[in-house]
């Protein structure tokens, strides 16, 4: 349900870019990986939230970049296993890693430490907007 607050934030800035009497036609975004927002949930609000808006029937296109990490020891840049469980439990796993009290934490490739720091994966950004001018 923490999905609906982000759409209609995203659906209100895609309504103001259109101008009047133009259609939305698509929205682009970024949902990292850690993020726990699903793709299924976030399409099925923006649908709903807008029918009988000038962005009803518009496609609603959700990438989700991957985790990165950077091991503080070596400083190499790596990305995250991938999210067998999910985006929550991943990020939970990162979380208790990353404050030390996991062991199985990720492990940087190359040095083989786990004192890692998130880079990205966090991010949640309204790439794109279509809008098809109906005048």
């Known amino acids: 349900m923490h999905e609906l607050p982000?759409?209609?934030d995203v659906l209100a800035l895609?309504?103001?870019?259109?101008?009047?009497?133009?259609r939305v036609t698509?929205?682009?975004?970024?949902?990292?990986?850690?993020?726990?927002?699903?793709?299924?949930?976030?399409?099925?609000?923006?649908?709903m939230l807008a029918r009988g808006t000038a962005a009803e029937g518009a496609a609603l296109r959700v990438t989700r970049p991957e985790a990165r990490l950077r091991c503080l020891s070596c400083g190499a840049?790596?990305?995250?296993?991938?999210?067998?469980?999910?985006?929550?439990?991943?990020?939970?796993?990162?979380?208790?890693?990353?404050?030390?009290?996991?062991?199985?934490?990720?492990?940087?490739?190359?040095?083989g430490r786990r004192d890692c720091a998130v880079e990205g994966g966090l991010e949640f950004s309204l790439d794109r907007i279509e809008v098809e001018d109906r005048r």
């Open 6 to 8: 982000l759409v209609m």
């Open 26 to 47: 698509a929205v682009e975004l970024s949902v990292g990986a850690l993020r726990d927002a699903e793709g299924p949930w976030l399409e099925r609000y923006f649908r």
């Open 14 to 22: 895609a309504l103001k870019a259109a101008p009047d009497g133009a």
């Open 77 to 111: 840049l790596f990305e995250a296993a991938a999210r067998p469980r999910g985006p929550a439990a991943l990020a939970r796993a990162l979380a208790a890693a990353l404050a030390r009290r996991a062991p199985e934490g990720p492990a940087c490739p190359e040095c």
